[in-house]
């Protein structure tokens, strides 16, 4: 309670610290109070300390969201597949429904707590169901609705994050000493290691519970749901940055509400970076959701003969703990090799997920070391996309924000739906090395979504590689960026760290 207290405490002496140059004088630059900073011991430690502690009630409950959906498949089957693809469709259609309006509505922190409260939904409709596993209808359509209901709050959740990750970089720039991109960078390898590593505890719980204590899964879904809910309460706590100049310029001249609800799309098609960056977000999806669909479900219960799901929770640690220490060796590493060398490894690891799934099909063949071998690779990527792809986002769209940070909900959700759609929806007629019986004794073609994750991943490197040089071209001529109203225009990048600090990291 008393760290609670410090922190929100020089948070606001932080944010004081700030205020915007006078309107009539042309700036846009925050101006610093000496009046304040007497009383603040270091305002970018402050914006810094008010960052970790959004991030840790955050990754508490997504860790809890990740759990049940780690666990979705092994214990709903077929019904946790149709359930996983249908809460990462309802993730994508929030993307254009609107999460970008809501978030630039209520702010970035506000965003926060409403995507976490409606995230409760998802974690308590396993509670649900699982009190109707009796009522196997019943028990599928309630586990459907806190699906669709928990993505709907999801992709608020994640464009939020993405708003308030880009403001506390601002503020942890704060007076010019760090380079914005430094910041980002920064910001996205703390976010990362933090919300990997509540994950991590929170996977781990369920073997814990089951094995130690040896809870009934009832109990351990409302031992989540618990949790979901504490640490939803917990983002009053965090303090709200003002919109940056920038911001409420652009927020009260011509943007209506219908152009904000679709920020998303309208940057999707008018500007070309985000286009190649798609195949980065899809090969993520993919190799996540084969992960989830495929190995959790089939190869673990086959290979270390785990017919309870009591790996699963162990497994997945793995592949968390490892995105948790890459996600600071990344992010420690960035400034000197470039963002773009460390996106290379994250694509590359993306591949090597269902690569050897193809060499080697056997699935009885596989053993702990090959098992896990391929949870640290989707750790080592997945480090690569929640860190230093979202920074990437940050410098590369700092114009548009929520529209930016809107399309990696938009894409991953539209790429996880789909392969968890597939992943029940391969069907094959004789079983063979690839032609797999799952647990419920139907046939399942794996092999089209190992080429589909390996081929997404090769397009990734060559997605990004083109993005970088056209972000290289828009620095070069000026800094010009679409701008998202209702007509296609360029003006140059209202935000003062890209004019007076910018830096290109070169691919």
Request: glycine content about 8%; proline content about 4%.
């Amino acid at each position: 309670q008393k760290c609670l207290r410090d922190i929100m405490e020089q948070s606001i002496e932080s944010e004081a610290a700030y205020a915007p140059a006078p309107a009539d004088s042309g700036e846009e630059e925050f101006v610093v109070d000496d009046r304040s900073l007497s009383n603040s011991p270091s305002p970018r430690r402050s914006a810094l300390g008010n960052f970790l502690l959004a991030s840790s009630l955050f990754s508490v409950n997504h860790g809890c969201v990740t759990a049940c959906l780690n666990l979705a498949t092994a214990r709903l089957g077929d019904v946790g597949a149709k359930q996983s693809s249908v809460l990462y469709l309802s993730f994508a259609a929030s993307a254009l429904l609107g999460s970008t309006w809501i978030v630039k509505r209520i702010g970035g922190r506000n965003g926060l707590a409403l995507g976490l409260s409606i995230y409760c939904v998802y974690v308590g409709a396993f509670v649900a169901a699982t009190l109707l596993l009796d009522h196997p209808r019943w028990a599928e359509a309630v586990a459907l609705f806190g699906a669709a209901v928990g993505g709907l709050g999801g992709g608020i959740l994640w464009t939020a994050q993405g708003t308030f990750f880009s403001r506390s970089a601002e503020m942890h720039a704060g007076g010019g000493t760090t380079p914005l991109t430094d910041a980002t960078a920064d910001l996205g390898a703390y976010f990362a290691a933090i919300y990997l590593l509540g994950e991590v505890a929170l996977n781990m719980l369920s073997s814990f519970l089951v094995e130690g204590f040896e809870l009934s899964w009832l109990k351990v879904f409302m031992v989540y749901f618990y949790v979901a809910v504490v640490s939803a309460c917990g983002m009053v706590l965090v303090y709200e940055y003002p919109p940056s100049p920038d911001t409420s310029s652009s927020a009260s001249n011509s943007v209506d509400a219908p152009n904000k609800a679709t920020a998303a799309w309208r940057l999707l098609r008018n500007d070309p970076k985000m286009i190649c960056m798609l195949p980065f977000n899809f090969a993520f999806g993919f190799a996540a959701s084969f992960r989830g669909s495929f190995i959790s479900r089939e190869v673990v219960r086959i290979a270390l003969d785990d017919k309870e799901s009591a790996y699963i929770g162990v497994l997945s640690s793995v592949t968390a703990i490892v995105a948790a220490v890459m996600s600071l060796f990344f992010g420690r590493i960035a400034h000197k090799v470039g963002k773009g060398t460390i996106l290379f490894i994250g694509a590359l690891c993306f591949f090597l997920v269902a690569a050897p799934f193809a060499l080697k099909p056997k699935i009885s063949q596989w053993g702990w070391v090959g098992v896990c071998s391929v949870y640290i690779l989707q750790g080592i990527g997945r480090s690569t996309y929640e860190g230093t792809l979202k920074a990437e986002f940050a410098d590369f769209f700092a114009y548009e924000k929520e529209g930016a940070f809107a399309n990696i909900v938009l894409m991953n959700g539209v790429s996880s739906a789909l392969g968890y759609h597939l992943s029940i929806n391969l069907p094959c007629t004789t079983p063979s090395k690839y032609c797999i019986e799952y647990s419920d004794g139907t046939l399942h073609n794996v092999l089209v979504f190992e080429i589909l994750v390996m081929s997404t991943a090769i397009l990734a490197i060559w997605g990004y590689w083109r993005a970088a040089v056209l972000f290289k071209h828009e620095i070069e001529r000026g800094g010009t960026a679409r701008v998202m109203g209702t007509e296609e225009e360029e003006r140059p990048f209202t935000n003062s760290s890209y004019r007076k600090r910018s830096t290109y990291i070169p691919l």
